[in-house]
């Protein structure tokens, strides 16, 4: 059901369709999944597709999952992406960063524009930097997690995928959440152009099935502001200053 259809081309970076802010609020508030395919359209989602695979074939992705065990195989049983971290205002990832600074301003006018200008009772005030995927594609894939189960502040996850003509019959490579409180799933397809938000507490744990065709997203996570600001009191307890 929150599976937009709505062409939503690409908007004035500055000032994001009122109506595609509307969309967020309304599938977040309901569903705590929206889905907005078409999100740059054809032309600029081919620009971000060029610069990450111009990046991944310069060889700067490493092994998603770092082991304590170097060279041990466990990597493979939890996931086996392939990833970089980027601010986006490196000078071979412009494109990169005109969807960085679009997924931002649509997250901010929701923000601001929900009721009592919190959307899900948060105040967004930041971000991670932008985490660029590839699974490679030899039945490579994610194992059921939630991506912020301990209040570590993050509080909703964005996907951008860039997978041309991807048929998850051929390719597998599906996006399973499985919200929390109903026995009904959520499958996306990481298709060319999608944009992807989720709630990234426990409400919405989710796999990535087995992919067999290579698979690329670009991920960011956005902070409330009370909620990192105490996960980060909590985590400087460890580090006491002399
Ligand atoms: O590509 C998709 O459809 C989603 C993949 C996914 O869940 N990625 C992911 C990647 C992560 C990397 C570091 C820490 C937590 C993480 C949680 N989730
Ligand atoms: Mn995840």
Known sequence: PFN?????YFMDPSDPSYEICQRVIRDMTQYGVCVINNFLGKERGHLVLNEVLEMYRSGIFTAGQLVSSPGSTEAQTIRSDRITWIDGKEPQCHHIGQLISQVDSIILKANKMSNNGKMGNYIINGRTKAMVACYPGS???????VDNPNKDGRCITAIYYLNLDWDVKRCGGLLRVFPEGTNQVADIAPIFDRMLFFWSDRRNPHEVQPAYSTRYAITLWYFDSQEREEALRNFSKFFLIK
Do not use: A, L, P
């Open 4 to 8: 937009t259809t709505m062409n939503s």
């Open 139 to 145: 039945g490579s894939h994610y194992v059921k997690h």
